[in-house]
Structures are given as C-alpha cells and as structure tokens.
C-alpha cells in the first residue's frame, strides 16, 4: 500500500498508526488483514439482517463488524457500528435500522479506498 492510500485512509478517519501497532508494528500484516477485510462477509451480514429485519441477527452481525473495524482502526464503521449496537440493546431497533445508511456509505468510502490502494 503506498503512501497516498495510507493518507487517503487516514483522511477517511482510519487509525492506520494505532491499527499497525495492534499488529505489534507488523505494517505488512496489517495490509493483508486490510486487503481481507474487502472480501469479508460480515458487512453482507449486517446487510442481510437489517434487510430481513431481524433484530437479533442485526444485533450479533453488527457487533461482529463493530470488533473486526475497531482491530483495523476503521474508526468510522467502528463508531457507527457501535451506536448501531447500543441502540439495538437499548430497545431501539428502528433507530438502528434508520443508521445503517450511514454505515453502508462509510463502508463503500472505505472499500472504495482500499480498492484503488490494492490495484
């Protein structure tokens, strides 16, 4: 990944330096599990779940998703996951339904990056 993605990235609210560290400064490493995260199905999974309105599934998809972004530093997803999370253990399915477009464009911001970062 060249300098520009990790710019890019970092512009997009990704904590790049705080993730490499999580992977004991293995910065190549790193890049795999990023170039992994594109082809991963937990996203489809939260899709899914909200689309069939299952709260239970939705609870569990996105707090998958909520961990496997906080160990890439994709704080963004994190932080919208995370609410997403809350809202459903709180009660409030619909709110939560009603923020998972903001998840979905986050999501494509960051693929959208990797994509171009991995050609």
């Known amino acids: 990944m060249d300098l520009n993605t990790i710019l890019t990235l970092q512009e997009a609210g990704v904590d790049t330096e705080g993730a490499v560290r999580r992977f004991s400064g293995n910065s190549g490493l790193y890049e795999r599990f990023l170039n992994k995260f594109l082809s991963d ?59 998972f477009p903001d998840l979905k464009t986050a999501y494509d911001e960051i693929c959208g990056i990797l994509e171009k970062g991995f050609l």
């Not at 998703?65 to 963004?76: C, D, I, M, R, V």
């Open 41 to 99: 199905p937990t996203f489809g999974m939260v899709s899914d779940a909200f689309a069939a309105g299952d709260e239970q599934k939705a609870l569990t998809a996105t707090h998958t998703f909520k961990g496997l972004t906080a160990n890439l530093g994709l704080t963004k997803l994190y932080d919208i996951s995370s609410e997403m999370v809350n809202l459903i253990r709180g009660g409030d399915y619909g709110a939560a339904a009603g923020t």
